[in-house]
Nanobody, 119 residues
């Protein structure tokens, strides 16, 4: 019913930049929050950044390097990643918290896009 599709991952050298994008489609009433999570090999999935109408949150390790933005009209969220480090390597997942017609919320996830940062 609701789909999230990520794009923009790839291979980049340390110090380089990538821009990730995610578009939500389907039966959408409204989106409260969108964000990006990542999972490195052998690690748990962790929040990278999220954005809502009133709050923007960044993981400490990416503050000053990453910028999250959102286009509400197009139901998209982007993550501009600068000064990339090898520790940023992982699969990046788009997340959207949907507000349904009845007022309840539900989280949806994309399938992920791989970011590899070489030394």
């Amino acid at each position: 019913q609701v789909q999230l599709v990520e794009s923009g991952g790839g291979l980049v050298q340390a110090g380089g930049s990538l821009r990730l994008s995610c578009v939500a489609s389907g039966s959408i009433f409204s989106i409260n929050r969108m964000g990006w999570y990542r999972q490195a090999p052998g690690k748990q999935r962790e929040l990278v950044a999220s954005i809502s109408s009133m709050h923007t949150v960044y993981q400490d390790s990416v503050k000053g390097r990453f910028t999250i933005s959102r286009d509400n009209a197009k139901n998209t969220v982007s993550l501009q990643m600068n000064s990339l480090k090898p520790d940023d390597t992982g699969v990046y997942y788009c997340n959207a918290q949907m507000v349904k017609v009845d007022g309840t919320t539900m989280d949806y996830w994309g399938k992920g896009t791989l970011v590899t940062v070489s030394s």
